[in-house]
């Protein structure tokens, strides 16, 4: 079936500008996760879902990072007022269940902050 | 803090030889460790996981060697193929508690191997 697609797949902005990236996770996974990739790094944890509830947000930067999810479904993660530190690859994950269960990668959206 | 980190951020090999790569830990309380490929313009590809209390589990050409003493991870693939090169990241994850499920990885090793 298909695997986590995400949305837009690169994304050029101003500084100042609110982005939206989406996240649409394997169907029939209940947990989600957003994670942030900058160049040549490994992959910070920003915030996880479980359903539509994220009991762990400790990974986001800043107030100007949000995300919600829709039931068991789309994923959007926020960023108001981008600064050019924000440019990164951000990367979204969903589970069947959360704990041992395989995170499913999408491909990524590559955020880029002029 | 919790860190997970690599020794090594470039490993070149010849085809068919054996490659290892190393990762360093420092949260003894993780439940899991996992191994991820990244290929370029993809997200991470899940290779193989090993739990807390194991210290060695196979998979295909891939074997995981856990060592708690020392807090080091490390992956070794056999005959080493063209379609083997990529980022390389070890991650660790807690699962129980409010980080359920949360990965957190290290930085990564490039692999790259001639033909």
């Known amino acids: 079936g298909a695997g986590v697609s995400q949305s837009p797949s690169n994304k050029v902005t101003e500084k100042g500008k609110d982005v939206e990236l989406r996240c649409d996770p394997i169907?029939?996974?209940?947990?989600l996760y957003w994670y942030r990739q900058r160049l040549g790094q490994g992959l910070e944890f920003l915030i996880y879902?479980?359903?539509?509830?994220?009991?762990?947000k400790s990974g986001l930067p800043s107030d100007r990072f949000s995300a919600e999810r829709t039931g068991e479904s789309v994923s959007t993660l926020t960023i108001q007022r981008t600064q050019q530190e924000d440019s990164a690859v951000y990367l979204c994950?969903?589970?069947?269940?959360?704990?041992?269960?395989?995170?499913?990668f999408g491909p990524g959206t590559r955020l880029t902050v002029l | 803090g919790e860190s997970v980190g690599l020794h090594l951020p470039t490993l070149s090999v010849q085809e068919g030889d054996n490659s290892i790569i190393n990762c360093a830990y420092s949260?003894?309380?993780?439940?899991?460790f996992i191994w991820y490929k990244q290929e370029s313009g993809k997200g991470p590809q899940f290779i193989i996981d090993?739990?807390?209390?194991?210290d060695k589990r196979q998979g295909q050409r891939v074997t995981v060697l856990l060592n708690k003493t020392v807090k080091h991870l490390s992956l070794q693939i056999a005959a080493t193929q063209p379609g083997d090169s990529a980022v390389y990241f070890c991650?660790?994850?807690?699962?129980?508690?409010?980080?359920?499920?949360?990965?957190?990885f290290g930085q990564g090793t490039i692999l790259t191997v001639h033909p």
């Open positions: 994950a969903s589970s069947y269940r959360t704990g041992r269960n395989e995170q499913f």
């Open positions: 169907s029939g996974h209940t947990a």
């Open positions: 879902f479980q359903g539509n509830s994220a009991p762990d």
């Open positions: 949260n003894s309380a993780s439940d899991y």
């Open positions: 090993i739990r807390s209390n194991m």
């Open positions: 991650a660790e994850l807690n699962a129980g508690g409010t980080s359920y499920g949360k990965l957190t």
